[in-house]
């Protein structure tokens, strides 16, 4: 086919009229003139741009989409860390922030669930985690007996229809003598780590 970007108007003539003589039946009597040539490259023309635009865009899409993929596992992402749990408030306990009577320890694991002050008792409910709860009423009476208070202090009930692999067991309620404030550290004025939850706060098993 002819050069479109530098045209032989004598060899696209003699192209269209054999062309044309083939096709005779179809266009009976054709005539090739000046301005058919002429129609004929602008055509072409438009087609080739047409081709070249459509490539262009062809072309750069694919660069976008290449330059997406290897960029991307350096965008969005936050850095490992290794651990995939938030950050827990301090124990309320080991910080000092309301302290346990003088001589009394808690030997088991626990997370203290509740604190604060009922009819002029402190009342302290724990959770506790792996032990049965006869070897955590033994520890507990141990305590209280150190410590120099009535066994009667706590309370100790199991969760019912405990898996035998459960961490979580169930609750030591300790009604305690009066404790004030007796740390300066900022944690303690959090109530998501003192456990100490104003009354208008709504129960949630969101505060730790």
């Known amino acids: 086919m002819a050069d479109l970007l530098n045209p032989d108007h004598g060899l696209l003539e003699q192209r269209l009229r054999k062309d044309l003589h083939d096709t005779g039946e179809l266009i009976p009597g054709a005539v090739v003139t000046s301005d058919l040539v002429a129609d004929t490259v602008e055509l072409g023309e438009a087609f080739r741009v047409r081709r070249l635009v459509v490539t262009i865009l062809i072309v750069a899409a694919v660069g976008v989409v290449v330059v997406a993929i290897l960029i991307s596992p350096a965008l969005g992402r936050a850095t490992p860390t290794g651990s995939y749990r938030p950050p827990l408030p301090p124990d309320t306990i ?3 922030c309301y302290p346990l009577p003088r001589g ?3 030997d088991f694991p626990y997370q203290v669930r509740s604190d604060g002050d009922v009819h002029g008792r402190r009342v302290l409910t724990l959770h ?3 032990l049965a709860a006869a070897e955590v009423r033994r520890r507990v009476d141990a305590a209280l007996d150190h410590a120099g208070l009535p066994r009667r202090t706590a309370a100790v009930t199991p969760f019912p229809d405990q898996p035998a692999d459960a961490i979580v067991r169930g609750t030591v309620v300790l009604r305690l003598p ?3 404030l007796d740390s300066a550290d900022p ?4 109530p998501r780590t003192t456990k100490r939850f104003p009354d208008d706060w709504v129960p949630s098993t969101e505060y730790g």
Do not use: N
């Open 94 to 96: 080991e910080l000092g």
């Open 128 to 130: 506790w985690d792996e």
């Open 187 to 190: 944690a303690c004025a959090d």
């Open 178 to 180: 009066v404790a004030r």
């Open 104 to 106: 009394l320890t808690l």
